[in-house]
């Protein structure tokens, strides 16, 4: 056969993201080279997902002919703390990716909130060095010091490539459970704080192209990227890089409006 390159992509999705999700896959396969097949992992939760939208995600198979879908049913038994405040409890499903996941390397994981414009060749074969976890820079960072850290690498859990390899080699969802059981009342953004605490250390930056956020301006994306330097002068990316990640994405993240929900979204 042709494939030079297989990929895996998992999203964490309940009933009400079925179309979005549906979009963000099609815009992998649609714009994915001819060489690349893309395995979706798709963690569901058992009891509640309907058939009728697992068959949706089944019909890509026969549509496009370098994919394949696996559907992971979840019960929820490990996640009795998980704070249910802002998002569903399908938010967490990336914390069980090593547990759920043995025979792969590394996965890429998308929320529903995503368009992919490239191939993710480049992507998957990033140099991560010491890092269990690559993503794009997010402004939360003072959620950290709560925990006592002070740290600037601090990432969106929206778009993340893992190392399933390396953290096979740790008891990493059992110490994401005891974090959330010691914690519950105080994750202010629940399964990103999870993945930024509980791997400081372990975190590192994916080039700004791969999982950028829908901006508004160039006022704002250069905000972003300086907003610490208030305090210690360090940038996650050089300012060039990210404009030009803004204006040519590979992977766009809609973190505030979504595309689906305001017609006129830009």
């Given at each position: 056969s042709l494939i030079k390159q297989r990929i895996s992509v998992s999203y964490g999705i309940d009933n009400n993201?079925?179309?979005?999700?549906?979009?963000?896959?099609i815009s992998i396969l649609e714009n994915s080279s001819n060489y690349t097949f893309y395995t979706f992992h798709l963690l569901v939760q058992k009891s509640t997902f309907k058939k009728e939208n697992i068959e949706k995600f089944m019909h890509l198979e026969k549509k496009y002919n370098r994919?394949?879908?696996?559907?992971?049913?979840l019960t929820n038994?490990?996640?009795?703390?998980?704070?249910?405040?802002r998002y569903p409890i399908e938010a967490y499903y990336r914390l069980l990716l090593r547990k759920l996941i043995s025979n792969i390397d590394r996965i890429i994981y998308l929320d529903a909130?995503?368009?992919?414009?490239?191939?993710?060749?480049?992507?998957?074969?990033?140099?991560?060095?010491?890092s269990l976890i690559l993503g794009f820079v997010d402004n939360g960072y003072k959620n950290a010091e709560q925990y006592g850290i002070?740290?600037?690498?601090?990432?969106?859990?929206?778009?993340?490539?893992?190392?399933?390899?390396?953290?096979?080699?740790?008891?990493?969802?059992q110490k994401f459970?005891?974090?959330?059981e010691n914690n519950k009342n105080n994750l202010i953004q629940e399964d990103q704080t999870i993945i930024n605490i509980v791997l400081h250390g372990k975190?590192?930056?994916?080039?700004?192209?791969?999982?950028?956020?829908?901006?508004?301006?160039?006022?704002n994306v250069l905000y972003h990227n300086h907003y610490e330097n208030k305090t210690s002068g360090i940038q996650a990316y050089n300012d060039e890089e990210i404009l030009k990640a803004w204006k040519f994405p590979s992977i766009l993240h809609y973190v505030r409006a979504k595309p689906w929900k305001?017609?006129?979204?830009?």
């Open positions: 993201y079925t179309y979005p999700t549906l979009v963000s896959m994919c394949k879908i696996n559907i992971i049913e038994e490990n996640l009795s703390n998980a704070n249910k405040n909130d995503t368009l992919v414009f490239t191939d993710l060749t480049e992507m998957i074969n990033l140099e991560m060095n010491n002070k740290t600037y690498l601090y990432i969106t859990s929206g778009v993340l490539l893992i190392n399933l390899k390396e953290m096979r080699k740790e008891n990493i969802t459970f005891e974090f959330m975190i590192g930056f994916l080039p700004p192209k791969f999982g950028i956020w829908s901006f508004l301006n160039r006022k305001k017609k006129s979204y830009y």
